[in-house]
């Protein structure tokens, strides 16, 4: 779904939506030539892929895959909000004329069309008819037509993509608000459709190719599946969810509609049906995270609509670090302002105040959690920088990788925590002049680290693709083209009485990923396509080192704590032993004063390499971790005179110890020390 950069139609977009209160297989045609790649029973009529040469197989010399991942995509958003917001099929049984049809309010003249009156500009009239003239639709700048007919993508598996992450979405909100809809608005009921749907497709074209595993489009759950797929020249297809309520986990007035007993049976039912990625939060707080806010009307009118679903407007804060979230929304949105209740504004806000004051809940590290239990990845766009911030956290206590930015929502400062702890990055689908630019500025980083890159298409994501950039323009793409892998030739997209061409369209579907790729070489250079060659292996080196992640076991479990103080309250005990006794709702607490120490006997001597400290809001900015095998001589491991508190993780070269001490230099409050858990580890 949408991202903040080059993305002016989303706002006029949603706030429209805040104003308003089988049997599976191809028809049979001629078999083709008997080449691996194609099916032997295409649809007839159907639109063409126009690309000739053989998809490359295997791997490279050093035994990684080869090709793109495109990380955020959104194939079958067309049964999302309701059903009726996204028109079109990525396929059908009864062919391209059923399958991209607009919706029914569009006929005759789009009249109607109340997404393209907004979004298109004018009187938002537009021809409806898909096949066989597609005289408006699909475009670059319609945001209401289906962009991922199945023969499209195959045309970007061809042009060298094997990645594809179908990030099944919806919004309660956005559907409940829109007049046309002709499903419920329960968001899990449609992620549940869209997962079938995917499966489905993936049946549908297996038929074209002579039965079950036949065909080019693999569902896989995981990353050994992913190779083998890539290996053998296919596209390996990842489920993930970009939902604003997943399990039913809203808030209404900061109450949680959810408890932990519904994340795990969302948590379990989505790794049943094979996801293995997801967002926790998308456009509105939840009972899980706060999220990261929308600009300019587009800011007012999601805060109009963040009321209207939870009963609270964002809330900021003062930034506690060099990130930030972006500027909340200032400008008025009267059409969304109307919705509110009499005499309920949205609220104004300091210009200097640009963070969520919601960050991560303690349900939201619950999920967070368990989908590192289930070794799943997430999402961090979306996310408040607070949010993002604990999750990061969470993750290098744990050295667990599985964290990805899929479409350019994070605060850029993070890329690099990201990268270190293993995680991914693709940025989203801006034109060329743009991508280059985003491209080489993160160029070093990736050298540094060794890891491709990648894009997200956001494609049916409602958030507005490359624009034309002209027949005439510096470095226009000439047709036909070689795919990157030089194995393929690629001419301009047809379908029906339609020729697509980028320069003058710009990217109007999914066909073109592979003509905009070719734009990228041309404006940016042969590196910035290298390493989005390099993507797709980069993207399986995250999600496997997440599946073998294990947790390691914390030495700190029923270890003697004794420490130089243990501030007395008669209701509860903040004893030594509360920081080492597995339950984050208790916790050790100093006296008022520096110059404090926590000490635990390990009880025999191990490897120590790791240690976290959970902090609550009393923290220490300056302190020590020491070790010591006999509890008499003690050397400092790891030192720090700039603790900001959350959950830090001191790293240092394991060596053996059976005594552990950390000593508190400096406190950041008035208070004294007060940490909710230590752990340790061998590494």
């Given amino acids: 779904m949408p991202t903040y950069r080059g993305r002016r139609h989303t706002a006029v977009v949603t706030l429209l939506l805040l104003v308003l209160a089988a049997a599976l297989g191809p028809t049979p045609s001629s078999a083709a030539g008997g080449d691996w790649w194609d099916p032997v029973a295409r649809p007839a009529p159907d639109s063409g892929v126009n690309v000739t040469g053989e998809p490359f197989k295997g791997t490279n010399a050093a035994g990684e895959v080869r090709g793109f991942v495109d990380a955020h995509n959104h194939i079958m958003a067309n049964e999302a909000f309701g059903g009726r917001l996204i028109c079109g099929r990525a396929f059908s049984t009864k062919g391209i004329a059923d399958a991209l049809k607009d919706c029914p309010e569009h006929y005759p003249d789009g009249s109607l069309a109340l997404f393209d009156f907004i979004t298109n500009g004018g009187d938002g009239r537009h021809d409806p008819a898909g096949w066989p003239t597609f005289k408006d639709w699909p475009a670059h700048d319609s945001l209401t037509h289906q962009q991922n007919y199945y023969a499209w993508i195959e045309r970007a598996w061809r042009g060298g993509q094997r990645v594809l992450v179908n990030d099944l979405v919806t919004n309660g909100v956005i559907c409940s608000v829109y007049f046309f809809k002709d499903r419920s608005c ?255 500025r993160t160029a070093a980083l990736r050298d540094e680290y060794g890891v491709g890159y990648g894009y997200g298409t956001d494609m049916n994501g409602v958030g507005g693709w490359p624009a034309p950039r002209g027949a005439d323009a510096p470095n226009a793409v000439t047709y036909p083209f070689r795919s990157v892998d030089g194995g393929s030739v690629l001419d301009r997209q047809t379908a029906g009485e339609r020729t697509w061409d980028l320069n003058t369209d710009g990217a109007a579907h999914y066909g073109l990923v592979p003509d905009w790729i070719e734009d990228i070489r041309r404006v940016g250079g042969q590196h910035v396509v290298d390493d989005l060659f390099k993507g797709a292996e980069s993207y399986l080196d995250t999600w496997g080192a997440s599946e073998q992640h294990r947790a390691g076991a914390n030495l700190a479990d029923g270890a003697t704590a004794t420490a130089s103080s243990a501030e007395w309250n008669p209701f509860t005990s903040y004893a030594p032993g509360r920081a080492v006794d597995g339950d984050r709702g208790t916790r050790w607490a100093s006296d008022w004063s520096d110059d404090q120490w926590l000490r635990l006997d390990l009880g025999a001597t191990h490897q120590v390499g790791r240690v976290t400290l959970d902090w609550e809001r009393a923290y220490g900015t300056a302190y020590r971790v020491e070790l010591s095998t006999d509890g008499v001589d003690w050397r400092t491991a790891w030192s720090t005179t700039s603790g900001d508190g959350g959950l830090d993780t001191a790293t240092f070269t394991p060596s053996q110890a059976r005594y552990l001490r950390v000593r508190f230099t400096d406190r950041a409050t008035e208070w004294g020390y007060s940490l909710r858990e230590v752990g340790v580890q061998g590494r």
Avoid at 326 to 341: D, Q, R
Avoid at 397 to 403: D, K, M, R, W
């Fill in 186 to 440: 329960d968001e899990m009921t449609s992620i549940r459709l869209q997962a079938k749907l995917t499966y489905d497709m993936q049946a549908y074209i297996d038929g074209m190719y002579g039965g079950p595993g036949k065909g080019w489009f693999r569902i896989v759950t995981d990353s050994a599946q992913a190779r083998d797929v890539i290996a053998q020249g296919r596209l390996a297809v990842v489920l993930g969810v970009e939902t604003s309520e997943p399990f039913g986990c809203k808030q209404v007035l900061d109450i949680a509609q959810c408890d932990r007993g519904d994340i795990d049976a969302g948590l379990d039912e989505l790794h049943a049906l094979g996801v293995r990625s997801m967002f926790l939060c998308h456009k509105f707080d939840n009972a899980l995270c706060g999220v990261r806010f929308d600009e300019g009307a587009l800011g007012t009118a999601i805060n109009v609509g963040q009321f209207l679903s939870t009963g609270t407007f964002w809330q900021t804060g003062k930034c506690a670090g060099p990130q930030h979230d972006n500027p909340i929304g200032l400008a008025a949105a009267p059409g969304a302002e109307k919705e509110l209740p009499a005499g309920v504004e949205v609220p104004s806000y300091d210009e200097d105040a640009q963070c969520n004051t919601r960050g991560l809940t303690e349900l939201g590290e619950y999920a967070v959690r368990g989908m590192m239990e289930r070794n799943m990845m997430l999402e961090i766009d979306h996310m408040s920088v607070k949010a993002t911030g604990r999750v990061l956290d969470i993750f290098e206590s744990a050295s667990y990788p599985g964290v990805l930015s899929s479409h350019s929502w994070m605060d850029l400062d993070w890329t690099e925590r990201v990268y270190g702890l293993g995680g991914f990055v693709a940025q989203y689908m801006h034109g060329s002049e743009d991508f280059v630019d985003e491209a080489d």
